[in-house]
């Protein structure tokens, strides 16, 4: 089990930036993948970013060459840097914590959502 507490939204205009900070109750390093998702409002969530416990990253299209997923081990926190933000980029960002067993149980762990909001 492991408990996550986004942190970082807000309201912010449009080409400006944000950073969200997710903090993990314990040691990232025991997931295989932390992510961040977004749930714009009236539609489904939706893959934002994940980085593997091996360094490896994955950015939707959408926020490619606009949005940075990174983390700090040693403080068991989770970051996405956004910057250019744009109207559509309005959503509820959720921290996400996935684990794989080697018996092949899978585990998502989430945080309680932060709210982002650009306006035009």
């Known amino acids: 089990q492991v408990q996550l507490v986004e942190s970082g939204g807000g309201l912010v205009q449009a080409g400006g930036s944000l950073r969200l900070s997710c903090a993990a109750s314990r040691s990232i390093l025991t997931m295989n993948a932390m992510g961040w998702y977004r749930q714009p409002p009236g539609k489904q969530r939706e893959l934002v970013a994940t980085i593997t416990s091996g360094g490896s990253i994955n950015y939707v299209d959408a926020v490619k060459g606009r949005f940075t997923i990174s983390r700090d081990n040693a403080k068991n926190t989770v970051y996405l840097q956004m910057n250019s933000l744009k109207p559509e980029d309005t959503a509820v960002y959720y921290c996400?914590?996935?684990?794989?067993?080697?018996?092949?149980?899978?585990?998502?762990?989430w945080g309680q959502g932060t709210q982002v909001t650009v306006s035009s």
């Open positions: 996400n914590a996935h684990r794989a067993t080697l018996t092949g149980s899978k585990y998502d762990y």
